[in-house]
């Protein structure tokens, strides 16, 4: 119990010393965002900072913070070093520069941020990268909804039948304005999260279960190695490249730069906090790491979370359990294939202020997303998971190259370069050794994936030494 309540401490104090460091370094001012320069009626919206925030932790979150953390935690306590520092020093700073980027760049997509920071070929990857991501979690927050669905309602309205009511909502969410269906039920869902995770903590406390203390060890049940399987797998809870193509829609209704430590920041710490109660809760619950391996493998993710919440809260707990794995993944979904519509809109410099527009490039994204969700959860999630992570790798380069031409002093870019490098051999070691990937033995993969990440960041000062003397 100590090192979950000192984890908890050392995110908040993230948040107001090594956030406060971040913001200080990028420099926010009083210009006019893009919401109050030009808003369109349909994604340039002016909206209230706390309903912002809350928009924004719904968007990142869904289930991630929850399904990540309870798969992460089958490594062992070990996850909680990666859930608090990962957030602070990697997740937040990620979060944050991709927001405040794209408010400075008008609300841009962030395969837009990387062409102008990394260069032309990378913004082509990246667009077409990104659109993939965003589909696959669609499709993924698509599946587990509806099958929990499935489960709770009469026989004749089947997975399939969810499926297709929720791809109706998608339909309805991409196109509205921001502020008509997200902008209203966000916040609602989003406090939901918040009270699920704080009555979770509570039951494991009045419960007298034992949240065992930090070990360094892999507790693994198959010892999978913590890296970089731990570091993929948690996702959501410590980084994630798929909160890079959220920010961009906030950082169109945001009404001040001066708020973006609260917004991008801050809704990266709280979901750090929620994983860390999630990742605290699985271990403690199921006794062991392997009893929590035998339950994910018996009840799925979203059984693990209903057991767990029926159990610590009661009747209460079952209600609160099902708004969570069911609204909170269709609430990323959702914005993920809106994020997908903006990003090709920008691609394309498509106007979306008209709806005809707008349905054109919603319906085949939509169609995809579909067909997509007849496939394996688990295989989906996978790919999604280590896409997720490069995604985020790119961002941190790009953000990294803004501060080498924006900040006051050069080394602060190493606030985004070194976390960069480091999910640079993440990302590079995985694919090397996963399943879904090439399946090469540590011995080899190891010292290649050191070597990318070498490579990337000698890269990067070749970059940084062709930037000198360029600032904007």
Same mark, same amino acid.
């Given at each position: 119990?100590?090192?979950?309540?000192?984890?908890i401490?050392i995110?908040?104090?993230?948040?107001?010393?090594?956030?406060?460091?971040?913001?200080?370094?990028?420099?926010?001012?009083?210009?006019?965002?893009?919401?109050?320069?030009?808003?369109?009626?349909?994604?340039?919206i002016?909206?209230?900072t706390?309903?912002?925030?809350?928009?924004q932790?719904?968007n990142?979150?869904?289930?991630?913070?929850?399904f990540g953390?309870?798969m992460?935690?089958?490594?062992?306590?070990?996850?909680?070093?990666?859930?608090?520092?990962?957030?602070?020093?990697?997740?937040?700073?990620?979060?944050?520069?991709?927001?405040?980027?794209?408010?400075r760049?008008?609300?841009?997509?962030?395969?837009?941020?990387?062409?102008?920071?990394?260069g032309?070929?990378?913004?082509q990857?990246?667009?077409?990268?990104?659109?993939i991501?965003?589909?696959?979690?669609?499709a993924?927050f698509?599946?587990?909804?509806?099958?929990?669905?499935?489960?709770l309602?009469?026989d004749?309205?089947?997975?399939?039948?969810?499926?297709?009511?929720?791809?109706?909502?998608?339909f309805?969410?991409?196109?509205?304005?921001?502020?008509?269906?997200?902008g209203?039920?966000?916040p609602?869902?989003?406090?939901?999260?918040?009270?699920?995770?704080?009555?979770?903590?509570?039951?494991?406390?009045?419960g007298?279960?034992?949240?065992?203390?930090?070990?360094?060890?892999?507790?693994?049940? +198959?010892?999978?190695?913590?890296?970089?399987?731990?570091?993929?797998?948690v996702?959501?809870?410590?980084?994630?490249?798929?909160?890079?193509?959220q920010?961009?829609?906030?950082?169109?209704?945001?009404k +001040?730069?001066?708020?973006?430590?609260r917004?991008?920041?801050?809704?990266?710490?709280s979901?750090?906090?929620?994983?860390?109660?999630w990742?605290?809760?699985?271990?403690a619950f199921?006794?062991?790491?392997?009893?929590?391996?035998?339950?994910?493998?018996?009840?799925?993710?979203s059984?693990?979370v209903y057991?767990?919440?029926?159990?610590?809260?009661?009747?209460?707990?079952?209600?609160?359990?099902?708004?969570g794995?069911?609204v909170?993944?269709?609430?990323?979904?959702d914005t993920?294939?809106?994020?997908?519509?903006?990003?090709i809109?920008?691609?394309f410099?498509?106007d979306?202020?008209?709806?005809?527009?707008?349905? +054109?490039?919603?319906?085949?994204?939509?169609?995809?997303?579909?067909?997509?969700?007849?496939?394996d959860?688990?295989?989906?999630?996978?790919?999604?998971?280590?896409?997720?992570?490069?995604?985020?790798?790119i961002?941190?380069w790009?953000?990294a190259?803004?501060?080498?031409r924006?900040?006051?002093?050069?080394?602060?870019?190493m606030?985004?370069a070194?976390?960069?490098?480091?999910?640079?051999?993440?990302?590079?070691?995985?694919?090397?050794?996963?399943?879904?990937?090439?399946?090469?033995s540590?011995?080899?993969?190891?010292p290649?994936?050191i070597?990318?990440?070498?490579?990337?960041?000698?890269?990067?000062?070749?970059?940084?030494?062709?930037?000198?003397?360029?600032?904007?």
């Amino acid at each position: 119990m100590i090192t979950f309540i000192v984890a908890i401490i050392i995110l908040l104090a993230g948040y107001f010393l090594y956030g406060k460091l971040v913001e200080h370094v990028f420099r926010p001012d009083d210009r006019p965002t893009p919401a109050i320069e030009h808003p369109d009626g349909v994604d340039y919206i002016p909206m209230k900072t706390w309903r912002v925030f809350l928009v924004q932790l719904l968007n990142i979150a869904g289930t991630g913070p929850i399904f990540g953390a309870l798969m992460g935690a089958v490594f062992g306590p070990v996850v909680f070093l990666w859930i608090v520092f990962g957030s602070i020093l990697g997740g937040a700073v990620h979060d944050y520069m991709s927001g405040m980027i794209s408010v400075r760049m008008n609300g841009v997509s962030v395969s837009e941020i990387v062409g102008k920071y990394l260069g032309k070929a990378a913004k082509q990857i990246m667009r077409v990268f990104s659109v993939i991501l965003l589909i696959l979690v669609g499709a993924v927050f698509t599946t587990s909804p509806a099958a929990l669905l499935a489960r709770l309602t009469p026989d004749w309205a089947n997975t399939l039948f969810w499926v297709a009511v929720i791809l109706v909502y998608y339909f309805l969410a991409t196109l509205l304005p921001i502020d008509k269906l997200i902008g209203k039920l966000y916040p609602i869902f989003g406090g939901v999260l918040i009270v699920m995770a704080v009555g979770i903590m509570i039951g494991l406390g009045v419960g007298g279960y034992h949240i065992p203390e930090l070990q360094l060890a892999n507790l693994h049940p +198959s010892d999978k190695p913590v890296f970089p399987f731990m570091f993929i797998t948690v996702a959501c809870g410590a980084i994630s490249g798929f909160h890079a193509t959220q920010s961009p829609m906030m950082a169109r209704c945001i009404k +001040s730069e001066k708020h973006g430590r609260r917004v991008f920041y801050g809704a990266m710490i709280s979901e750090s906090v929620i994983a860390l109660v999630w990742a605290a809760a699985g271990v403690a619950f199921y006794g062991a790491t392997g009893g929590l391996q035998n339950a994910l493998a018996e009840m799925g993710q979203s059984g693990v979370v209903y057991d767990i919440s029926v159990s610590l809260l009661g009747i209460a707990g079952g209600a609160m359990a099902i708004i969570g794995v069911v609204v909170c993944p269709v609430s990323s979904g959702d914005t993920a294939f809106r994020s997908a519509r903006l990003t090709i809109a920008d691609w394309f410099r498509i106007d979306q202020s008209k709806l005809s527009k707008r349905i +054109s490039v919603t319906i085949p994204l939509l169609v995809v997303g579909a067909v997509l969700t007849q496939l394996d959860f688990d295989v989906v999630w996978r790919y999604f998971s280590w896409s997720n992570q490069t995604l985020a790798m790119i961002t941190l380069w790009a953000a990294a190259m803004y501060l080498v031409r924006n900040a006051e002093k050069r080394w602060y870019s190493m606030m985004c370069a070194l976390p960069a490098a480091f999910m640079s051999a993440v990302s590079c070691t995985y694919i090397l050794m996963a399943d879904e990937g090439f399946k090469i033995s540590s011995a080899i993969a190891y010292p290649i994936g050191i070597c990318f990440a070498a490579a990337c960041f000698a890269l990067y000062t070749v970059k940084c030494a062709k930037s000198k003397g360029k600032s904007e």
